[in-house]
C-alpha cells in the first residue's frame, strides 16, 4: 500500500534547503545570459526535485509501488535502501559515500571560482591549478557535487533523469564560453584549448598532482 511507505513529510525543511542551495548557486554561478539561465535552471530544477523528495513525500518510491505493484510496507523514502534491501545501513553507506563526493565537488568548485576570479582581475586566462588540469573545473566540481547529492546520496527519477541533461548543457555552455575566450585571447586560449581536456583530467595530470601534494 503507497500510504504506508515511510517519509518524513517535513516540507519546512525540504524548502529551506531548497532556498539555501539555491542561493549558493545563483551568488556563484551568478547567470547573465539567456544559456547561463537555461543551465542554471537546469540545476535548479534538480536541487527542487531532489530536496521535495528527500524531505518531503518520496515520489520516486510511490510510482514504483503504483506501476510496479510492490509492497509499499517494505519500502523507504531513500531508494537505495528500497532496491539493496539492507535496511538503515544502505542509507548510511549511500549518505556518506554522497556526502563525500559533494564536500570534494564544492571545494573544487570554490577553488576553480577563486582562480577564475583572480585571472578576471588580471585580465588573463587562468591556466593555474586546477585551470592547469582542465579548462572547466569549476562546472566538474559541479558535476560532482550533484552526482554525489542527487545519484549516490538520493536517487530519484527526475533527479538522476535530470543529470545527464545538465551535463549536456554544461558542455554546450562551456563551449560558448570558449568562444568568447578565442575572440579575446586569440591564439593563446585555442593553445590552451587543446592542450587541456575539457572537465575530466588526464591520467598523468593526476598522478603529476597526487605526487606533487605527496612530496609536499
Given at each position: 500500500m503507497?500510504?504506508?511507505i515511510?517519509?518524513?513529510?517535513?516540507?519546512?525543511l525540504?524548502?529551506?534547503?531548497?532556498?539555501l542551495?539555491?542561493?549558493?548557486?545563483?551568488?556563484y554561478?551568478?547567470?547573465?545570459?539567456?544559456?547561463?539561465w537555461?543551465s542554471?535552471?537546469?540545476?535548479?530544477a534538480?536541487i527542487?526535485?531532489?530536496?521535495?523528495?528527500?524531505?518531503?513525500?518520496p515520489?520516486?518510491?510511490?510510482?514504483?509501488?503504483?506501476?510496479?505493484?510492490?509492497?509499499?510496507?517494505?519500502?523507504h523514502?531513500?531508494?537505495?535502501?528500497t532496491?539493496?534491501?539492507?535496511?538503515?545501513?544502505?542509507m548510511?553507506?549511500?549518505?556518506?559515500?554522497?556526502?563525500?563526493?559533494?564536500?570534494?565537488?564544492i571545494g573544487i568548485?570554490i577553488q576553480g571560482?577563486?582562480?577564475?576570479?583572480?585571472a578576471?582581475?588580471q585580465?588573463?586566462?587562468?591556466?593555474?591549478g586546477?585551470?592547469?588540469l582542465?579548462?572547466?573545473?569549476?562546472y566538474?566540481?559541479?558535476?560532482?557535487?550533484?552526482f554525489?547529492?542527487?545519484?549516490?546520496?538520493?536517487?530519484?527519477?527526475?533527479s538522476?533523469?535530470?543529470?545527464?541533461?545538465?551535463l549536456?548543457?554544461?558542455s554546450?555552455l562551456?563551449r560558448?564560453?570558449?568562444?568568447r575566450?578565442?575572440?579575446?585571447f586569440?591564439?593563446?586560449?585555442?593553445?590552451?584549448?587543446?592542450?587541456?581536456p575539457?572537465f575530466?583530467?588526464?591520467?598523468d595530470?593526476?598522478w603529476?598532482?597526487?605526487?606533487?601534494?605527496?612530496?609536499?
Amino acid at each position: 500500500m503507497t500510504e504506508n511507505i515511510s517519509h518524513s513529510g517535513s516540507w519546512g525543511l525540504a524548502l529551506i534547503m531548497i532556498v539555501l542551495v539555491s542561493w549558493a548557486l545563483y551568488r556563484y554561478l551568478a547567470p547573465q545570459t539567456w544559456r547561463e539561465w537555461g543551465s542554471v535552471g537546469a540545476v535548479q530544477a534538480f536541487i527542487i526535485a531532489l530536496y521535495a523528495e528527500m524531505y518531503g513525500f518520496p515520489l520516486t518510491i510511490y510510482l514504483l509501488v503504483r506501476f510496479f505493484g510492490l509492497d509499499g510496507s517494505d519500502l523507504h523514502a531513500n531508494l537505495w535502501t528500497t532496491l539493496l534491501d539492507i535496511g538503515n545501513a544502505g542509507m548510511l553507506i549511500s549518505m556518506l559515500l554522497g556526502y563525500g563526493l559533494v564536500f570534494i565537488g564544492i571545494g573544487i568548485f570554490i577553488q576553480g571560482w577563486r582562480e577564475l576570479y583572480r585571472a578576471y582581475q588580471q585580465n588573463r586566462i587562468a591556466t593555474e591549478g586546477l585551470y592547469g588540469l582542465v579548462r572547466h573545473p569549476q562546472y566538474t566540481g559541479l558535476f560532482i557535487a550533484l552526482f554525489g547529492e542527487g545519484v549516490v546520496h538520493w536517487p530519484t527519477l527526475f533527479s538522476v533523469g535530470l543529470f545527464p541533461i545538465i551535463l549536456l548543457v554544461y558542455s554546450m555552455l562551456a563551449r560558448h564560453e570558449e568562444r568568447r575566450m578565442v575572440e579575446q585571447f586569440g591564439e593563446e586560449y585555442r593553445t590552451y584549448r587543446q592542450r587541456l581536456p575539457k572537465f575530466i583530467p588526464r591520467m598523468d595530470q593526476m598522478w603529476r598532482l597526487i605526487k606533487r601534494f605527496s612530496t609536499g
